[in-house]
């Protein structure tokens, strides 16, 4: 079974700038997470997806970072403009449903460096 | 207070020894998950447990609902698991809480 997929694997890009990371997640999941995990922190959540609806985008700084998954499958992240703050790696993952405590499969994270 | 809490943060052994890693957490929870982080950022998930132990090869993970704890082992120790490992709880309203990880290196 293919894992969760992401690209590209390393961005450096300078402030200001605009950057898009984009996942696949493993194939039936319907909920599928992106995460921020800047250098030495745990991951933090940035926006949950069900399908195509946000269940959860709380800690989601909307001035600068959206993200949309329209057909329910593959989603994307974006940031515009970048801080220097924004440079971390951003993970996404996936579970095969909402509830009862269900595994998530992350995938190899996107390593963004902000100059 | 973080509601996940990890220890040690940092630590290094030698190769061959038994690594305990410990988790405390203060919220209800409907499960906990064991990852494992590589330098290059890809998480692998360990376990997922919300009761008792379980073992996968030379990994043991053990948790204690009423005591808010869990733990994590590695007997023989190699320096392939040189990597962070991260406790993570996901609560009742299902939102998974990470604590910091505790950085592991194993010598040679």
């Known amino acids: 079974e293919a894992g969760v997929a992401q690209s590209p694997r390393y961005k450096i890009i300078e402030k200001r700038q605009s950057v898009a990371f984009w996942c696949n997640p493993i194939s039936g999941h319907a909920t599928l997470y992106w995460y921020q995990q800047i250098l030495g922190q745990g991951p933090k959540l940035l926006i949950q997806f069900q399908n195509n609806g946000v269940v959860d985008d709380s800690q989601l700084p909307k001035d600068r970072f959206s993200a949309e998954r329209l057909k329910g499958v593959d989603s994307t992240l974006k940031i515009q403009p970048a801080k220097l703050e924004d440079s971390a790696v951003y993970l996404c993952?996936?579970?095969?449903?909402?509830?009862?405590?269900?595994?998530?499969?992350f995938g190899p994270g996107t390593r963004l460096t902000v100059l | 207070k973080n509601e996940v809490e990890q220890s040690p943060q940092n630590l290094t052994a030698q190769e061959e020894e038994f690594i305990t890693i410990n988790c405390s957490y203060s919220?209800?929870?409907?499960?906990l998950h064991w990852l494992q982080q590589h330098p290059g950022g890809g998480i692998v998930s360990l376990f997922m447990l919300s009761s008792g132990k379980k073992k996968h090869g030379r990994l043991i993970a053990t948790i204690n609902i009423q005591e808010k704890h869990s733990s994590l082992h590695i007997t023989a120790s190699h320096p392939r698991d040189s990597a962070v490992y991260i406790c993570a709880v996901m609560n009742r309203d299902d939102k998974i809480i990470f604590g910091k990880g505790t950085r592991l290196h194993i010598l040679p």
């Open positions: 993952a996936s579970s095969l449903y909402l509830g009862g405590g269900r595994e998530q499969f």
């Open positions: 919220v209800g929870i409907s499960a």
